[in-house]
């Protein structure tokens, strides 16, 4: 090898060496990093397992329960995991979710009533009745007019005869369908009173009007009222009679005279004389009945009928006790009703003419007259019977 080689040789010899010191202190200087950073990340789990997994270490995953829950279309559930899906054909249908199994929701129908529906547990609903005259107003709890709920408005059996003449109430019908509980409603009557229904079961019914004590004085008197009842009273038991008749008249069978009645007398031996025939009084009757009504026409017909002589018969000059006036209900500014009631004194012809008392009330329904009479300003135009019967001595 010659000066030259040898040099070439000792430089690359060199090189080798420099290569490898230099390895030597990478290597070195990198397997310190390496136990200090296997040092720290040790420091760091320990702490991290005494402390717990972060949140953004640990993933939960939640396992969800649906639920579809199908109800009346007039009932709700609320809660902030209910949400519907479906409203049709009169049915909703709901999506209830839960985090465990089985739900809980609020539910309320269209009354306000509130109740809670639970997994597994069936509703409980009723439908709920009522009945009131159509004049009444209804309002549900919200403040909303319950009309939507009338199923259907009949005439109202008393006023069958003065509908012909004025607007009287009728009688409608309310169904409260799929009700939690009996509806919270409040009921304003024909006077604009608050009434707070009180429910039998499942029904209300009310038919009859709200009343007055007594009569307004700017309406009729109430002795004229009286007036009225007591001349029909007196043409039922067949007292009114034409000019120079006595009341009652006896024949002693004996010597065939005539003897008039006195109260208390002994009519043992005597015969009823019928009297001769006559208007029954209905000519004097007529004056205070509405011509051609259905009341007109039915009295007038007993009155000359056979049936007036099969009457019971009163007094001369009947005592009347007991008078009382009461219930006015105005139902237009044409028309108005009063109860009146009153005993009378009548005797029986078929008991041997014994004395009884008459006990009568009647509902008496009084229309303007449509001729505008000062001496007649009412006329009845119907009455119903509300207790009549006969209390012996």
Known sequence: MGNKGLKIYLMYTALLLLAGAAVLVVGNRFLNNYEAEQVRFNEEKKTEEAAGPTPSQEVVILEKYKYNVKIPASLELVGNNVQMTENNDGVKNYVIETESEGYEAVVRDAFGNEGLLKYGEKLETGDYRMVLPDNFRVVLKNGADASEYITGITEHEDYKWCYEYADMPKVAEYLFRNALAAPKVVVYDNLDNEISPEWQRESYIRTNQTTLSKIPEDVMSEEEAMLYVKTWSDFMTDDLKPEGFDAYIFTDKKTGERV???????????????????????????????????????????????????????????????????????????????????????????????????????????????????VRKWLMVDMITLEEKEVYE
């Open 260 to 374: 008039p009645y006195v109260k208390g007398m002994d009519v043992k031996g005597l015969e009823y004389h019928s009297r001769a025939p006559r208007d029954h009084g209905f000519s004097v009757l007529k004056d205070y009945l509405l011509p051609n009504s259905y009341r007109y026409n039915a009295l007038r017909e007993f009155g000359y009928g056979d049936d007036i002589q099969l009457t019971s018969r009163h007094l001369p000059d009947p005592e009347y006790t007991n008078e009382t006036i009461t219930n006015f209900v105005m139902y237009t500014d044409n028309l108005f009703s009063v109860d009146v009631s009153f005993t009378k004194t009548i005797i029986l012809p078929t008991l041997g003419y014994q004395e009884r008392y008459d006990m009568t009330s009647v509902r008496v329904f009084f229309i303007k007259n449509p001729d505008g009479s000062s």
